[in-house]
C-alpha cells in the first residue's frame, strides 16, 4: 500500500456496467478537488454508459480497462494497479460484479485488480430494487463484508426501471465522506494535535454465525456518540470506534473506527488506548460467539434443531485494564435488570473502572434505541452515587463529560 501523505492520496475507482455510472463522472471530480490521484477502470459494459474520455479527463491518467491491448500485446498490470491504491472504490458496483468478486471470480481487469489489492475496498452497489432485495445480493454482499470490505448501502427513490424503492447508488457526497473515514482510519487520525485524546466505544457487536446470520443486541450506538460529540465540544480529540450502527459523525475531531465484531473492537480499542488519556466504554459488546463459523448459509433441513456452541468474546474492558497506566482513567457502562447497584459496583471493582455508568431497563425511556436516558454515575473510593434524570442522551453525554474532566 502506497505511504502518501493525506493531500495526495491514491484512489482506483472501478467502474461497472450500470446507468449509475453517470454519478462516477461527479466521484472522479470530488475527489480530484481533494488533491488525491485517481485512476480509473471501467469493465466493458461500463463504456456502453459512459465514455472513457470523460474520466480521463477528469482524473487526468489513463482508463484501464483490459488486460492487454490485442493489437500490440501490451499488458496492463493488475497487480502493480492493487498495489498502488490507497483505497479501491467499486461505484457502481453491480450485482453482477458483487456476486462474481464474493465467489473469486476473475474475468476483467477491475476484478483481477479486486483480487490484488491490499488497500481497503469500498463497494457502492447500484440495481434495480428486486435484484438489491434478492437473497443471493444479499448473502454476497455479506460475505464481501466478512472478508473485510466495506460497503455503502444503496438509497432509496426512483429507479432506472421506473419503480420506486432501493437500490440507488449513493451520492457522491457520500461516498466521499466514507472515503474520507477510511483515510482516517488509515493513519490512525494521527493527524497533529494537542488536544488530549480519548477512546469512546459505541454501538453492539455482531458475531457472525454465516455470511447472513449473526448474533448481536439492540444497541443503537446512540449514547456512545452523544458522548464523543459531547467530549469534541470539551476540548478532546476522540478515537470513536463503533460498531454496526446507522448513525453518522462529522466532527474532525472525531476519528471514526468502523468495526464489526467483538474481536475487531478489542483490536482497534486497545490500538487507540496507547495513545490516550482514558476510555469510554459505551458499546454493547456481545458476551459469546460461536465457536464456528459456517462459510456458507446454514439452511434449515427437515426441521432439524440447529446446535449452536458459544465462546465468550474478549473482554475489552479487562484487556485495557492490562494496558492501562498512572494516569489514565476508564470508564464503564451497566446495563441491569436486577440488583442493578449491587452489580455495577461489582462491575465497577472487577475490571478497575474509575466511573461506571448505571442503566436500568426497568426505567421507562432508558436503555436501547431511545433518544433519553436515566442513569446512575457509580465512583471508585468514597464518592457518592449520582443519580442523573431521565433527559436527552446528547444532555446525559454533558454530565458524564463533566465527571470525566473531575477524573482527570
Not at 44 to 65: C, I, Q, W
Amino acid at each position: 500500500m502506497s505511504s502518501s501523505s493525506d493531500d495526495s492520496k491514491k484512489i482506483l475507482l472501478g467502474i461497472t456496467g450500470g446507468i449509475a455510472a453517470y454519478k462516477s463522472v461527479y466521484l472522479v471530480r470530488e475527489f480530484v478537488k481533494k488533491g488525491w490521484e485517481v485512476k480509473v477502470i471501467m469493465t466493458e459494459s461500463a463504456k456502453d454508459f459512459v465514455g472513457p474520455l470523460s474520466f480521463s479527463t477528469l482524473s487526468k491518467n489513463p482508463v484501464y480497462s483490459q488486460m492487454f491491448d490485442p493489437g500490440s500485446g501490451e499488458w496492463t498490470n493488475h497487480v502493480d494497479l492493487g498495489k498502488w491504491a490507497d483505497v479501491f472504490v467499486i461505484a457502481p458496483a453491480t450485482a453482477n460484479s458483487l456476486a462474481k468478486a464474493a465467489n473469486g471470480i476473475c474475468d476483467n481487469l477491475l476484478l483481477a485488480a479486486y483480487l490484488s489489492c491490499p488497500a481497503p475496498i469500498l463497494w457502492a452497489p447500484a440495481m434495480d430494487l428486486d435484484m438489491y432485495g434478492h437473497q443471493s445480493t444479499k448473502d454476497n454482499l455479506a460475505l464481501l463484508k466478512k472478508r473485510g470490505d466495506q460497503v455503502i448501502d444503496a438509497g432509496s427513490g426512483e429507479l432506472a426501471s421506473g419503480l420506486q424503492g432501493q437500490g440507488r447508488m449513493a451520492e457522491p457526497e457520500e461516498i466521499l465522506k466514507r472515503v474520507e473515514q477510511i483515510m482516517r482510519r488509515q493513519s490512525g487520525g494521527k493527524k497533529k494535535s494537542k488536544k488530549p485524546r480519548v477512546l469512546v466505544t459505541a454501538g453492539p457487536t455482531y458475531e457472525a454465525i454465516d455470511p447472513v446470520r449473526f448474533i448481536g443486541n439492540r444497541s443503537s450506538g446512540k449514547m456512545g456518540f452523544a458522548i464523543a460529540r459531547s467530549l469534541s465540544e470539551a476540548g478532546f480529540a476522540v478515537d470513536l470506534v463503533s460498531g454496526p450502527t446507522s448513525l453518522n459523525i462529522n466532527d474532525p475531531n472525531i476519528n471514526v473506527v468502523q468495526v464489526e465484531s467483538a474481536d475487531e473492537m478489542e483490536k482497534a480499542a486497545k490500538r487507540s488506548f496507547k495513545n490516550s488519556i482514558g476510555a469510554v466504554l459505551a458499546a454493547a459488546v456481545a458476551d459469546y460467539k460461536p465457536r464456528s463459523y459456517f462459510t456458507q448459509k446454514k439452511k434449515k433441513i427437515n426441521r432439524k434443531p440447529l446446535d449452536l456452541e458459544l465462546v465468550e468474546t474478549k473482554d475489552i474492558a479487562l484487556s485495557l485494564k492490562k494496558l492501562k497506566s498512572k494516569g489514565q482513567f476508564t470508564v464503564g457502562f451497566a446495563l441491569e435488570t436486577e440488583n442493578e447497584l449491587r452489580n455495577a459496583k461489582s462491575k465497577l471493582e472487577r475490571k478497575g473502572f474509575d466511573m461506571i455508568v448505571l442503566n436500568s431497563l426497568n426505567d421507562q425511556g432508558a436503555g436501547f434505541q431511545v433518544d433519553t436516558n436515566k442513569v446512575t454515575l457509580i465512583f471508585s473510593g468514597r464518592k457518592k452515587p449520582r443519580d442523573i434524570e431521565l433527559k436527552s442522551k446528547e444532555a446525559v453525554s454533558k454530565d458524564i463529560v463533566d465527571e470525566i474532566k473531575n477524573l482527570i
